[in-house]
């Protein structure tokens, strides 16, 4: 398997960018390489997993929201199984698995509101929830209350997966992936978004999409005999990440050192352009490493003043 660094990615970052006509940092930089090999290849066509996710629960999110919407005291049994899913999905050796004392804590109401004053990362939590319980377009004008009953109605995983499905990370996913494959001309194809595979999905109770220690169980049961065995029954996730606190640590070093340190970067009031020069000179000086919410804060800030010099100030 071929891992992009960040002395390849730097040679694209002009092209990516103004063909993907958003800032959004680098993290789809490494797709849409992918899409441009594709097509060289001849390939104008691809079958692709969307919507898997969002529609059986394949993220670590979705099993936090399920446990959190839920009743945690009320049902142990299952709130206990699904946090014992959601650390299976992370590799033994990663840095940010939860820990079980913590995931366990949040089952009182207490820890879970005095975490939420004291955690940024609880009030991040806490906001997704929200998002994720209600439609911000309607909730707002006081709307759609009927609507939010029915969802509830299908139980805390599914309730939370249809906020996921329909106005949360799905539309911007699919959004993004037409960009990258439709920059080289190739189509991307959906069999899990088939209507009949969706509201079948939907129908199914939550213990049928997340149960048994596994996330997306019902598709994992659907390839039983048809997958290798390592590869369905496998519990952490692997995706398809752009390694972008590897590529700023080397690659794309100099390319942000020169950006931070653009006048123009400084003098910005869209960006606290020397509070992450700042940040960077630190990490220069003591050979530290980026931490992932640092390498996308400042890569976000300085895509953001790419575009805002070399072609919207261009017009």
């Not at 009927?146 to 911007?172: C, I, K, M, N, W």
């Not at 960009?179 to 080289?184: I, L, N």
């Not at 048994?212 to 065995?229: C, N, W």
């Not at 960006?271 to 990490?283: H, N, S, V, Y």
Request: with cysteine.
């Amino acid at each position: 398997m071929h891992r992009f660094s960040g002395y390849e990615i730097r040679e694209h970052i002009d092209a990516y960018l103004y063909q993907y006509e958003e800032i959004g940092g680098l993290s789809g930089v490494a797709s849409w390489i992918l899409y441009r090999q594709m097509r060289r290849d001849g390939v104008l066509v691809s079958i692709e997993g969307h919507g898997g996710d969002e529609l059986l629960g394949g993220y670590g999110l979705h099993i936090l929201l399920a446990f959190l919407r839920g009743q945690p005291l009320a049902k142990p049994l299952r709130s206990l199984a699904l946090l014992a899913t959601l650390r299976n999905m992370y590799n033994p050796e990663d840095t940010e698995r939860p820990s079980t004392v913590r995931l366990a804590a949040l089952m009182l109401p207490g820890v879970r509101a005095l975490a939420r004053r004291l955690l940024p990362t609880q009030r991040a939590l806490h906001e997704a929830l929200r998002r994720h319980s209600c439609n911000p377009t309607t909730a707002s004008e006081g709307k759609g209350h009927g609507e939010q009953h029915a969802v509830d109605r299908l139980g805390p995983l599914t309730g939370a997966l249809y906020h996921s499905f329909h106005s949360q990370s799905l539309p911007r996913v699919l959004r993004n992936f037409d960009s990258y494959s439709m920059g080289h001309g190739v189509e991307i194809r959906m069999p899990l978004l088939d209507h009949r595979v969706v509201c079948y999905g939907f129908s199914v109770p939550d213990e049928s999409k997340v149960g048994d220690g596994y996330a997306k169980r019902l598709l994992r049961e659907s390839m039983r005999g048809v997958l290798p065995e390592t590869i369905r029954v496998r519990r952490d996730k692997l995706g398809y990440n752009a390694p972008l606190t590897e590529w700023v640590q080397k690659g794309l070093a100099d390319w942000l050192w020169d950006d931070l340190n653009d006048p123009e970067f400084l003098r910005s009031e869209l960006w606290p352009g020397r509070e992450l020069l700042a940040l960077a000179r630190t990490k220069r000086r003591f050979s530290a490493s980026w931490k992932p919410a640092e390498s996308r804060r400042a890569i976000l800030a300085v895509t953001a003043h790419w575009w805002l010099t070399r072609w919207l100030k261009c017009r």
